[in-house]
């Protein structure tokens, strides 16, 4: 602080704690705490707010338990979001351990930029592609046709399919700079030890470079996992009949009903519910969260 | 023929850098052997050649007699201990040491004894369970040590493995890596820019210098006839003379510097095409008060007195400006000259060396 004081002067410095309060308590604070109060009260005609029957209660969480169909929407919610998190892990392992210890070092820079580029254009253009590519119709099918590897077409946007490949594309990244990370800290003559008291290429990932990246992996994880179950985007452009996402239901809430009461109850459980999840699945694989923060 | 290490016409090239230069040496089966060399020599690229890390680009490597060329390091019969050791920090002192069971299917019981059996050979008993960050460095070492023989290796590569360690510490591990070696009859191929270590552990010692071996030879002779004027003045002090051959009769020469003409022995290969210059020892030099008779001397300075306690080092000058040292051993009755005093440095015809000057190379740096 007194750096801060030293280097920009009170004026400067000033403007920039206030800026910055400002942002946290006005823009991010604020919102929740509105949102977290009303969580709480009835959702109730104008008139009737601030009167006798404007009482705080449970109810709202409770609608979420009374509803079987919410929470089988829940539950699918955090499988298939659990499902992205692996494949999107499968994918980005071996591309980052190539990246970080096989590609040579000159050509590293560029492999990352051809990552990057489709991170350039917005998320709805992306899913929306991909809108255009699964289409029953549309040129996936017609190349797998036209390559003979299937004879009939595929409706790649019934049940999960096209959530799930919307969002491995969409957030496969958040997986690979973590692992990244924590496989490139990794001394690589570990490897080479290991290698050389005779352990063959799938023991040196078991014992020596998975255990390494054991806190990227889980940062990966749980960015994946959180952003998926949270996401609305892809879910509105690549769902199908089938397949109903719980922030679906927050935005049913809100929108539809115009209940912000009950939307944001909604919202919060799904916060609370992700978090436990997230949590136990922490425990049982043995991460703790000051990993995470490495 | 098990231990027994072959390199015949080995170069490594990195693009246009030539690491190792045509080395060719054969290193027999429980033999410790040192390659000494600055840093950036390519004794490492050898190391990782044996390992089988790095691919030569021309020549072949033998062990045991078998051609490795096509041989995965995780199939060859060496153990490499990393500089930095490479321990997995991740797993605790046994399973660090079992690691090459575990990798060979041995069952977890029998791993845990051997790991055991092998911490009381590297005088660590009880440090099994503990974590490799709670080890001191020599600790470490040990650990490392242990975690090689595992494997029962026929051949041991060991690179720079001391040079973490604090001077006692190093001193002590020396006499323990050969104890080791000793004790396991493992060929030890060892690593190292200390000259000291090469000498007081080794067989045989292999001096390099830009990828090329220099001379491989016991260290009594590394050390008192050197090859060339590398391996003279990279192993131990040397005063140096340049000059030329001016007369030479069998294996000794008259040579003619610009501090006088002095008798010497010829060193091996000198012809006279090459560049030479005139190598005496330190220790083969004596300060007396008037020239001696009969061999050689020249006037000199006192500049500055070293007191070392088991020796004495005097560096002198002479009119020239060219400084020499002066190395006595300290019996307790040696006197020590006074600085700006003028004295004649003596040496002996036979001590003072002529040798091929190949001082210019040594300026490569890694």
Same mark, same amino acid.
């Given at each position: 602080?007194?750096?801060?004081?030293?280097?920009?002067? %009170?004026?400067?410095?000033?403007?920039?704690?206030?800026?910055?309060?400002?942002?946290?308590?006005?823009?991010?604070?604020?919102?929740?705490?509105?949102?977290?109060?009303?969580?709480?009260?009835?959702?109730?005609?104008?008139?009737?707010?601030?009167?006798?029957?404007?009482?705080?209660?449970?109810?709202?969480?409770?609608?979420?338990?009374?509803?079987?169909?919410?929470?089988?929407?829940?539950?699918?919610?955090?499988?298939?979001?659990?499902?992205?998190?692996?494949?999107?892990?499968?994918?980005?392992?071996?591309?980052?351990?190539?990246?970080?210890?096989?590609?040579?070092?000159?050509?590293?820079?560029?492999?990352?930029?051809?990552?990057?580029?489709?991170?350039?254009?917005?998320?709805?253009?992306?899913?929306?592609?991909?809108?255009?590519?699964?289409?029953?119709?549309?040129?996936?099918?017609?190349?797998?046709?036209?390559?003979?590897?299937?004879?009939?077409?595929?409706?790649?946007?019934?049940?999960?399919?096209?959530?799930?490949?919307?969002?491995?594309?969409?957030?496969?990244?958040?997986?690979?700079?973590?692992?990244?990370?924590?496989?490139?800290?990794?001394?690589?003559?570990?490897?080479?030890? %290991?290698?050389?008291?005779?352990?063959?290429?799938?023991?040196?990932?078991?014992?020596?470079?998975?255990?390494?990246?054991?806190?990227?992996?889980?940062?990966?994880?749980?960015?994946?996992?959180?952003?998926?179950?949270?996401?609305?985007?892809?879910?509105?452009?690549?769902?199908?009949?089938?397949?109903?996402?719980?922030?679906?239901?927050?935005?049913?809430?809100?929108?539809?009903?115009?209940?912000?009461?009950?939307?944001?109850?909604?919202?919060?459980?799904?916060?609370?519910?992700?978090?436990?999840?997230?949590?136990?699945?922490?425990?049982?694989?043995?991460?703790?969260?000051?990993?995470?923060?490495? | 023929?098990?231990?027994?290490?072959?390199?015949?016409?080995?170069?490594?090239?990195?693009?246009?850098?030539?690491?190792?230069?045509?080395?060719?040496?054969?290193?027999?089966?429980?033999?410790?052997?040192?390659?000494?060399?600055?840093?950036?020599?390519?004794?490492?690229?050898?190391?990782?050649?044996?390992?089988?890390?790095?691919?030569?680009?021309?020549?072949?490597?033998?062990?045991?007699?078998?051609?490795?060329?096509?041989?995965?390091?995780?199939?060859?019969?060496?153990?490499?201990?990393?500089?930095?050791?490479?321990?997995?920090?991740?797993?605790?002192?046994?399973?660090?040491?079992?690691?090459?069971?575990?990798?060979?299917?041995?069952?977890?019981?029998?791993?845990?004894?051997?790991?055991?059996?092998?911490?009381?050979?590297?005088?660590?008993?009880?440090?099994?369970?503990?974590?490799?960050?709670?080890?001191?460095?020599?600790?470490?070492?040990?650990?490392?040590?242990?975690?090689?023989?595992?494997?029962?290796?026929?051949?041991?590569?060991?690179?720079?493995?001391?040079?973490?360690?604090?001077?006692?510490?190093?001193?002590?591990?020396? %006499?323990?890596?050969?104890?080791?070696?000793?004790?396991?009859?493992?060929?030890?191929?060892?690593?190292?820019?200390?000259?000291?270590?090469?000498?007081?552990?080794?067989?045989?010692?292999?001096?390099?210098?830009?990828?090329?071996?220099?001379?491989?030879?016991?260290?009594?002779?590394?050390?008192?006839?050197?090859?060339?004027?590398?391996?003279?003045?990279?192993?131990?002090?040397?005063?140096?003379?340049?000059?030329?051959?001016?007369?030479?009769?069998?294996?000794?020469?008259?040579?003619?510097?610009?501090?006088?003409?002095?008798?010497?022995?010829?060193?091996?290969?000198?012809?006279?095409?090459?560049?030479?210059?005139?190598?005496?020892?330190?220790?083969?030099?004596?300060?007396?008060?008037?020239?001696?008779?009969?061999?050689?001397?020249?006037?000199?300075?006192?500049?500055?007195?070293?007191?070392?306690?088991?020796?004495?080092?005097?560096?002198?000058?002479?009119?020239?400006?060219?400084?020499?040292?002066?190395?006595?051993?300290?019996?307790?009755?040696?006197?020590?000259?006074?600085?700006?005093?003028?004295?004649?440095?003596?040496?002996?015809?036979?001590?003072?060396?002529?040798?091929?000057?190949?001082?210019?190379?040594?300026?490569?740096?890694?």
């Amino acid at each position: 602080m007194s750096e801060l004081l030293r280097r920009y002067g %009170a004026t400067l410095s000033g403007l920039f704690v206030l800026l910055t309060a400002f942002w946290l308590l006005v823009l991010v604070i604020l919102p929740y705490i509105y949102l977290f109060e009303n969580s709480f009260r009835p959702y109730l005609p104008i008139t009737e707010v601030g009167g006798p029957k404007d009482v705080y209660s449970l109810d709202n969480y409770l609608t979420f338990f009374r509803s079987s169909i919410h929470i089988k929407v829940f539950f699918s919610t955090i499988v298939y979001s659990s499902v992205v998190t692996v494949l999107c892990f499968c994918i980005a392992y071996p591309l980052a351990y190539y990246l970080s210890k096989v590609a040579k070092n000159a050509i590293v820079p560029s492999l990352f930029l051809l990552l990057m580029i489709p991170l350039w254009v917005s998320e709805i253009l992306r899913s929306f592609a991909w809108f255009i590519i699964l289409a029953f119709k549309g040129p996936l099918n017609y190349g797998l046709l036209g390559l003979g590897i299937i004879s009939d077409p595929i409706r790649w946007l019934s049940g999960f399919r096209g959530i799930i490949i919307g969002f491995v594309y969409t957030y496969v990244l958040f997986m690979l700079f973590p692992l990244y990370n924590a496989i490139q800290s990794l001394d690589t003559n570990q490897i080479e030890a %290991a290698q050389d008291l005779g352990s063959p290429w799938w023991r040196t990932h078991w014992r020596v470079i998975l255990p390494h990246a054991k806190p990227g992996i889980a940062s990966g994880s749980v960015m994946v996992f959180m952003l998926s179950a949270g996401s609305i985007l892809v879910p509105t452009l690549l769902a199908s009949t089938t397949s109903r996402w719980f922030t679906e239901i927050i935005q049913q809430w809100m929108f539809e009903s115009q209940d912000w009461n009950t939307g944001s109850a909604y919202a919060f459980l799904l916060l609370l519910l992700c978090t436990v999840f997230v949590s136990v699945v922490m425990r049982i694989f043995r991460v703790r969260l000051s990993d995470i923060a490495k | 023929m098990k231990g027994s290490v072959e390199l015949d016409g080995v170069s490594a090239d990195f693009g246009n850098f030539r690491a190792v230069d045509k080395v060719t040496v054969s290193i027999k089966p429980g033999e410790f052997f040192s390659f000494l060399g600055p840093s950036g020599c390519g004794k490492t690229t050898i190391l990782r050649m044996i390992s089988g890390f790095v691919t030569p680009s021309e020549g072949s490597v033998r062990i045991g007699g078998q051609d490795v060329r096509n041989i995965r390091p995780n199939k060859r019969p060496t153990v490499l201990i990393f500089q930095n050791l490479a321990l997995f920090p991740l797993m605790p002192v046994w399973e660090n040491i079992a690691f090459g069971l575990e990798v060979r299917g041995v069952g977890k019981a029998a791993r845990r004894a051997k790991a055991e059996e092998l911490l009381k050979l590297v005088d660590l008993p009880g440090a099994a369970d503990k974590a490799i960050t709670q080890l001191s460095g020599g600790q470490k070492q040990r650990v490392a040590i242990a975690r090689a023989l595992a494997v029962e290796p026929a051949v041991m590569l060991l690179d720079e493995p001391l040079s973490a360690l604090d001077l006692k510490l190093r001193q002590h591990m020396r %006499a323990e890596l050969r104890a080791i070696q000793k004790r396991t009859n493992v060929t030890f191929i060892y690593i190292t820019h200390d000259q000291g270590e090469a000498l007081a552990m080794s067989d045989r010692v292999a001096v390099m210098s830009q990828g090329r071996l220099q001379q491989v030879a016991v260290p009594q002779d590394i050390y008192n006839r050197p090859a060339n004027g590398f391996v003279a003045s990279f192993v131990g002090e040397n005063n140096i003379f340049a000059g030329t051959i001016e007369s030479r009769s069998g294996g000794s020469a008259l040579f003619k510097t610009g501090s006088g003409t002095f008798k010497a022995s010829l060193g091996p290969g000198i012809n006279g095409a090459t560049p030479v210059k005139l190598y005496v020892r330190p220790e083969q030099t004596r300060l007396l008060e008037a020239p001696p008779q009969g061999t050689n001397s020249i006037p000199v300075t006192v500049a500055d007195v070293a007191f070392e306690g088991n020796f004495i080092n005097i560096h002198v000058e002479n009119g020239e400006g060219h400084h020499f040292t002066v190395e006595t051993r300290n019996d307790g009755t040696a006197r020590v000259p006074l600085r700006g005093s003028t004295m004649s440095m003596a040496f002996d015809p036979e001590h003072a060396i002529v040798l091929a000057d190949e001082s210019g190379i040594q300026g490569r740096s890694a």
